[in-house]
């Protein structure tokens, strides 16, 4: 008979989400030593961040700090927080530790080599799986029974699930169809966890178009526009980039910008109002001396092109605002390509934004990224209450708050060992 004293078996974290913050705490944990399973509601993990790869995977900001933590808004000073554990050289550096070199690209955001997430996410999930990771997908979360075992919904039926410490890594409510849709808000709701409402962030915006404007230029590009707008202090904002004419009203990576404030706004006063230089870099008083050339027998449509150079669709949304004798005036016209308002009623839906913003308040968490109400039980990724604008800023926050909650579980963990 042998006196060696048995090993302690190792604690059990259980992970609840598969998008990238999910897998991150599982990456960090398993090191660390605990007993991992990871559940998703879906048939397979990271759906969002495959999508994500569709744009390239922007996987981070190449922005100095502290200017990338003052894309956080309102919550820099606590994503800073993360951020000093794990940043965006970090996030590089991790990617090159797979196998994934990375590029800043003109804008400075930063893209895998390939410009794909599939190499990254195939790789990253067999190295979790080869390390311990036991994966559980067509698990959805629905609870905790009485005696703290989580309740799952399975094609099987109900399963529970045993665990000294868990992560929730649920994700936001935007493209509900790849797994994250928000369904987790009242359960914690229910536990007393305060959750600001899950609106959309960088989301397109409703106009009252005509029916002509839809039919002929829905999905045209406008590009290259300026964007002016206020943001929430009322300070003048403007951006140039480019948008989407939508059935609807507008989108694109400009307005996505923009959107927070322009949101905010709307949810303040009703209605925001987004205004459009059509033709940047034009001096405005030359632009009205082409305009002021004679037309001859040319349309006004004709003229307006060769004078101003815009195309169909930025024509047709000067037509669309400007009453028809204004076209008579070549300054009235001049003044309402450098400066074209759009009042916009509404934010498109949640489900139709890239990101959500709200989520589970900081303030119901410690520093650790623990529940105050569900001691053991962590929060990480979109879930939690922070937004940022596209430009990798969204996945390097869900990263670094994994990795707090990472700690934070592994740390709690070892007081109770
Ligand atoms: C089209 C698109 C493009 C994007 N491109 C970029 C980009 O280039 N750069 C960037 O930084 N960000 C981008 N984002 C945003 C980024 O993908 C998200 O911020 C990020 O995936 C959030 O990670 P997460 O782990 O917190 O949540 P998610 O990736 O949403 O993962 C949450 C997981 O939880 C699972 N889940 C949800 N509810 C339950 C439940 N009840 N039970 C069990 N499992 C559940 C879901 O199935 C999902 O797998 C993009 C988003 C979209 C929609």
Not at 151 to 164: I, K, Q, Y
Not at 387 to 406: D, F, K, M, Q
Request: hydrophobic fraction near 45%; glycine fraction near 10%; proline fraction near 6%.
């Amino acid at each position: 008979m042998s006196n060696v004293p048995p090993r302690p078996s190792p604690a059990r974290l259980a992970i609840v989400g598969g998008g990238p913050a999910g897998l991150f705490v599982a990456e960090i944990a398993c090191a660390a030593g605990l007993q991992v399973d990871l559940f998703d509601a879906k048939g397979s993990v990271g759906r969002k961040f495959l999508i994500a790869g569709k744009g390239g995977l922007n996987l981070t900001h190449s922005e100095a700090r502290p200017a990338f933590d003052a894309r956080y808004r309102e919550r820099q000073h606590d994503v800073a927080r993360w951020l000093d554990g794990f940043d965006a050289p970090a996030l590089r550096a991790w990617a090159a530790a797979r196998g994934v070199e990375t590029f800043v690209g003109s804008s400075g955001r930063v893209f895998p080599v390939d410009l794909k997430a599939a190499p990254l996410l195939r790789g990253w999930v067999r190295a979790l799986r080869d390390a311990g990771v036991r994966f559980h997908v067509h698990h959805r979360w629905t609870g905790w029974e009485a005696d703290g075992r989580l309740r799952f919904a399975t094609p099987a039926g109900e399963r529970l699930h045993a665990a000294d410490a868990g992560v929730l890594a649920l994700g936001g409510a935007s493209w509900p169809e790849l797994g994250s849709d928000g369904a987790w808000v009242p359960v914690l709701q229910a536990q007393g966890v305060d959750v600001a409402p899950l609106v959309p962030a960088n989301c397109g915006f409703d106009v009252d178009w005509s029916t002509h404007l839809v039919e002929r230029h829905a999905g045209a590009p406008l590009k290259p526009v300026v964007l002016h707008w206020c943001d929430v202090a009322g300070r003048a904002r403007a951006l140039q980039g480019e948008c989407v004419l939508t059935a609807t009203g507008i989108e694109g990576s400009a307005v996505y910008a923009a959107a927070a404030d322009l949101r905010d706004a709307i949810a303040r006063d009703g209605a925001a109002t987004l205004t459009l230089d059509l033709a940047p870099g034009r001096d405005p008083d030359r632009l009205q001396a082409a305009l002021q050339r004679p037309r001859g027998r040319r349309s006004i449509g004709e003229h307006l092109r060769r004078a101003s150079g815009l195309d169909a669709a930025k024509s047709a949304l000067l037509f669309e605002r400007l009453p028809r004798e204004a076209f008579e005036d070549p300054a009235r016209v001049a003044a309402a390509i450098k400066r074209l308002p759009l009042r916009l009623q509404a934010a498109r839906p949640v489900a139709e934004a890239i990101s959500t913003a709200g989520g589970v308040r900081l303030d119901a968490l410690d520093d650790a990224l623990m529940l105050r109400r569900r001691p053991g039980t962590f929060v990480a990724g979109e879930m939690l209450d922070w937004e940022a604008p596209t430009g990798g800023y969204l996945l390097t926050a869900c990263y670094a708050s994994a990795r707090v909650a990472a700690h934070g579980a592994i740390d709690w963990l070892a007081a109770r060992a």
